[in-house]
């Protein structure tokens, strides 16, 4: 139990962003609780690595976000672990693309269920934990939320229901609780994505170059902690591309 430590959850929190934003509160002094749905072994790996640095320090929790019922038991569960919740990071996210022609109902559910049925079902649940700390709720969104992309259809659409989340909750849940979000820009491709498109795509980015990880991960962190009078904004960290 650690009732002296700011306690943070981060959603798909084995891998790529969601792993970073853990080592970068981790290093702010946070005790941090990665959440999973298929990554087990590299959830527990980090767990491992942040616990070495710092005893007690770091927990797994494995759910899977589309059900409700997991993430009551998630929340619970982090509870009877920690003692307390500071911060909610909805990081949690799926994304393939999903042409009008070919779109199957099961894809719009994935999607929309990872996207925006999870993060508000976890903040839901979260809630009442982040009110006893005067915590808050920072959502990852997407610059494609603000202008779609095309053959993307449900994801972007998805995206821009989380971005109106972010706004309606931190109307409803303040003043205890803030609501937040980050919009990723070009930070990391796509496994499939092809070195000509990518160095096309960075030559439209005003700022002329990708972002990297820690530029998310350093905005998550400001909004949560030197951030207290800021709720129900939306950052683009994205080097300027949503201006084109």
Known sequence: MSNLQKIVLITGAARRIGAQIAKIFHEAGYGVVLHYRDSR?????????????RKGSAWVVKADLQSVEQIQQMIEGLIDKTGRLD???????????TPLGTAKEAEWDDLMGSNLKAPFFVSQAAFNELKKTNGCIVNLVDIYAKRSLSNYSIYST???GLSALTESLAK????????????????????????ELGEEIVMRIPLQRQGSVDDIAETVLFLS??????????????????LV
């Open 41 to 53: 072994v590299e959830a527990e790996a980090l767990m491992g690595l942040l616990n070495g640095k």
């Open 158 to 160: 998805a995206k821009a």
């Open 225 to 242: 902690k030197n951030a207290g009078y800021i709720t129900g904004q939306v950052i683009a960290v994205d080097g300027g591309k949503s």
């Open 172 to 195: 409803e849940l303040a003043p205890e609780v803030r609501v937040n979000g980050v919009s990723p820009g070009v930070i990391l491709w796509p496994e499939n994505q092809s070195l």
């Open 87 to 97: 911060v909610l990071i909805n990081n949690a996210s799926t994304f393939y693309e």
